[in-house]
C-alpha cells in the first residue's frame, strides 16, 4: 500500500557528545537518515501536505521512529504551526497505525513524554532551557509580556525540555517546518542561527531547506484549482518528446486548434520546429504558473501568466516550467501550407541549468 522512497546515502555518521553532535574541523556532515525522516514528517505538517505525510509517517516508522517520537514531534509544531496542522498530522499519523496493523507491520511505540511534574517552575526551566539553546537571554517582554511567558514557560519549559529529542533535533524539526511555510523567513533565519550554535552543520542546514523548498511547490490538484483550464489527461501521446511529465487539454479542434498544456516542475519538451512553407508556427499564451520559452542560439524567456510568446515557422525551440513550479500555457496552431512538426534532441541538463 505504501511506496518506500529511495533514500539518499549518506557519506558520514555524525559523531556524538553529550546530548550534541560536532563536525570536526573541515568536516561536511550529512543529515542521517533519522533526521532526514524528522524533516520530511515535519515539513509535510507544516504545508498541511497529508497523503505525502503519511508515506513519510510510513517510511519513518520504517526506519524505527517510534510512535511516541511522532507525537511528540507534532506536540511541537503546534506552537509553530497552530493546533490545526498538528491535529491533522496526528489524525494522519492515528490513520496510518490502523493500517500497519492491519497489514500486520511492526510499529516502534517507545516511551511518550511525561507532563513535567508541576511541583517545577516551568518558567525557571524554560528560561534556563532557552538560554542555553539561543546562547544569550531572551527577552520578549518588551513586545509581549504574554507571548514572553508562554515561550520560556511552555515551549522551552514544557516541550523544549522533554528528553524525546535532543535541542539539535528540535531545531531541525523547527527549520523544517518553518521553511515549508511562506512568511516565516525571519523566524527559520533565527532559527537556523540557534541550530548552527548547537552543532548543526551548513551542509545539514542545506539539505533542510533544500527538502523544505521542494516540499512548498505545489502538489498537481493544487495546481488545478488555479490553472483556468484544469490539468488535463497524461500527454502519453507525446511523452517521448519531454523531460518528465506533462498533460494535454484540447481546449477546441474547430477553427483554430487550441490545447492547453500543463507541465510539472522542471518538466520541458524537446527542441523542435513547426515546419511550414507559408504561414504557419505557433502561439503560446501563459496561464498559470511559470515556466520558459527559448529560441536556438538565444537567451531563454520567462514565461508568467498573460505572456504571449509568437514563434514564427521554421525556428528551433523548446517551452516547459521552471524547476520550482509547475507551468501551464494555451498552444495555439497557426494554419499555414505544408506545415509539420519535426522533433529534435532533448534539452540536456546543462543547458536547462543555465536558466535564471
Known sequence: MFCLKKSLVFAMMICLFSQFSFAKEGEIMSL????????????YTASSKLDELQ????????????????????????????????????????????ERQKMGLKTTLGKENKIIDQKINSLEVGTDTQTK???NKVDMS?????????????????????????????????????????????????????????????????????????????????????????VGEPNTAFSKYFSGNSYLNAISNEQVKMFNVVFEPSCR?????????????????????????????????????????????????????AKDSWFAHIAVEVDGTQTSNEWLEPVSDEQYGKLK
Not at 542521517?32 to 515539513?43: C, F, H, N, P
Not at 533565519?189 to 539539505?207: F, L
Not at 504557419?280 to 508568467?304: D, F, H, N, S
Open 133 to 135: 539553546l539561543v546562547g
Open 269 to 321: 519538451n524537446n527542441w523542435h520546429i513547426h515546419h511550414a512553407k507559408s504561414g504557419g508556427g505557433q502561439i503560446l499564451i501563459a496561464t498559470a504558473g511559470r515556466g520558459y520559452y527559448q529560441e536556438w542560439g538565444k537567451e531563454a524567456v520567462e514565461m508568467k501568466p498573460g505572456d504571449v510568446i509568437n514563434i514564427p515557422a521554421n525556428v528551433k525551440h523548446w517551452h516547459g516550467a
Open 142 to 230: 518588551a513586545i509581549s509580556a504574554d507571548v514572553d511567558y508562554y515561550l520560556k514557560a511552555h515551549l522551552f519549559g514544557d516541550i523544549f525540555a522533554s528528553e524525546i529529542f535532543s535541542w539539535q533535533e528540535r531545531e531541525i524539526i523547527t527549520v523544517a517546518a518553518l521553511a515549508s511555510m511562506n512568511g516565516t523567513e525571519p523566524q527559520r533565519n533565527s532559527h537556523i542561527n540557534v541550530s548552527k550554535h548547537n552543532g548543526i552543520t551548513q551542509a545539514q542546514i542545506d539539505e533542510i531547506l533544500a527538502i523544505a523548498e521542494q516540499n512548498k511547490i505545489m502538489s498537481k490538484d493544487e495546481f488545478a484549482k488555479i490553472s483556468p483550464f484544469g
Open 55 to 98: 508515506i513519510a509517517i510510513n517510511d519513518g516508522l520504517n526506519n524505527g521512529l517510534s510512535v511516541a517520537e511522532i507525537k511528540d514531534l507534532m506536540a511541537q509544531l503546534y506552537a509553530y504551526c497552530g493546533f490545526p496542522k498538528a491535529l491533522n498530522g496526528l489524525g494522519v499519523l492515528d490513520k496510518t497505525l490502523k
Open 32 to 43: 542521517t537518515k533519522r533526521q532526514q525522516d524528522l524533516v520530511q514528517i515535519s515539513a
